[in-house]
Nanobody, 128 residues
């Protein structure tokens, strides 16, 4: 039911910042858990960050912790990923995900990928 559209990707130099957005439309509920995954060239898709329905609880991968911040504005049906101190290894397609029913970040982290709703992705390229 829900459609997810990512935006905000682009080309930045190492040490720079980007803010990704994930806009949701359709669907019935706005209080479900959401998160971010990424897939770099030649690598498997990996978890980046997750946020519970209200935005009060977040969880990050080791590579993202301390540099990335996930947040959400439920009034706008939008989730964000603020990425600071970007490194070339952050280069990847970043995907927005939403759990169809779960409300905690654990629902994002532990769910099989096929159980999540996925956006089309936005390219982030970090040059050295």
């Amino acid at each position: 039911q829900v459609q997810l559209v990512e935006s905000g990707g682009g080309l930045v130099q190492a040490g720079g910042s980007l803010r990704l957005s994930c806009a949701a439309s359709g669907g019935t509920f706005s209080w479900n858990a959401k998160g971010w995954f990424r897939q770099a060239p030649g690598k498997e898709r990996e978890f980046v960050a997750a946020i519970n329905w209200s935005g009060t609880s977040t969880y990050y991968s080791d590579s993202a912790k301390g540099r990335f911040t996930v947040s959400r504005d439920n009034a706008k049906n939008t989730m964000y990923l603020q990425m600071n101190s970007l490194k070339p290894e952050d280069t990847a397609v970043y995907f927005c995900v939403a759990h169809p029913t779960g409300q905690t970040f654990g629902d994002i982290v532990q769910a099989p990928p096929t159980n999540l709703n996925w956006g089309q992705g936005t390219q982030v390229t970090v040059s050295s």
